[in-house]
């Protein structure tokens, strides 16, 4: 497969392109504007494949991402590039408006064209894959059965409210113009190269330096944590045999609250660490003001995506934690690659 990634210089989208690479033989073209969080440090370890291709260019830009996609000729775009920190969307919201609803509003239309230009044969193949949040359908109270495919969208921030209208546009465009679509909302990923302003490399990397670790109102706010490589597993498995049209929730079955994460990562600190000057580094813990509108609990059920495509997460959250805590100690010059100069932690990562 020929395939078209918006995002690849983020998080979840160089995470998908070293699957890519390292799993298939699919030849990859990356799209990424390269501003916040996305970095050329992030893709420094496949930026040299024989089947990789790079172009720095903002999806808001309907001509450049024409070209590219004429040029390159995918047989499917998978659409990754987003504006994504929730407490960022509550400062500025403008630019989580424009990159999420506008920028994917042109990557259709682009689509659109292309798909119709294309030979019967390769029309019936082509697929536009978005990838989407849990976080469009709202708050769950604790009693209250998991997210599944048909939760009504009830956004409550800047960033989900954007996120939940490019889901209505995406679909929008399946359902007028026949464009073959698919769509997938996840819960929250973790794991290697993601930008030190979430809660887990945030936390990682000030419990390092002793610095206090601040978790929002008393930590009990509910998330379901899902290892990136199991993420991107099962995007894959979307574009080549999901069906058309439809959406699909992508989860971990882990529930866990902000501090028992936090706690957590402290007690593997101490036990990689025992001679740090901070242990326990429990003792950093410092709770802070909550954030406006935090939802209190997001829980995906996944039975859908199971039964139809044989996809369920690999890695347990203590694993992947493990994995995760070694890949960032090992890898603090990454770090401080990607934050230099972009990096203002005021109330980043907290969950």
Known sequence: MRLLVTGGAGFIGSNLIRYLLNETNAEVFNVDKLSFPGSVWTMQDFKDSPRYSFAQIDI???????QVVND?????IVHLAAESHVDRSIDSPSAFIHSNI???????????EYWRSLPLDRRHMFRFHHTSTDEVFGSLEPSDPPFSETTPYAPHSPYSASKASADHVVRAWHHTYGLP???????????????????????????LKGKPLPVYGTGQNLRDWLYVEDHVRALYLIVRKGKTG????????CEKTNIEVVNMLCDLLDE???????????????????????????????EMIRKALNWQPEESFPTGLRKTVRWYTENLAWCERVTSGSYHGERLGLG
């Open 60 to 66: 808001c830009e309907a001509s450049a991402i024409r």
């Open 72 to 76: 390159f000729a995918p047989d499917a």
């Open 102 to 112: 506008v920028g994917t509003y042109t990557l259709l239309e682009v689509a659109r």
């Open 181 to 207: 679509v698919t769509i997938s909302n996840c819960s929250n990923n973790y794991g290697p190269y993601q930008f030190p302003e979430k809660l887990i490399p945030l936390m990682i990397l000030a419990a």
């Open 246 to 253: 439809a959406s699909y929730n992508i989860g971990g079955g």
């Open 272 to 302: 990689l660490f025992p001679n740090a000057r901070n242990v326990p580094h429990r003792n950093l813990i410092e709770f802070v003001t909550d954030r406006p509108g935090h939802d209190l609990r997001y829980a995906m059920s996944t």
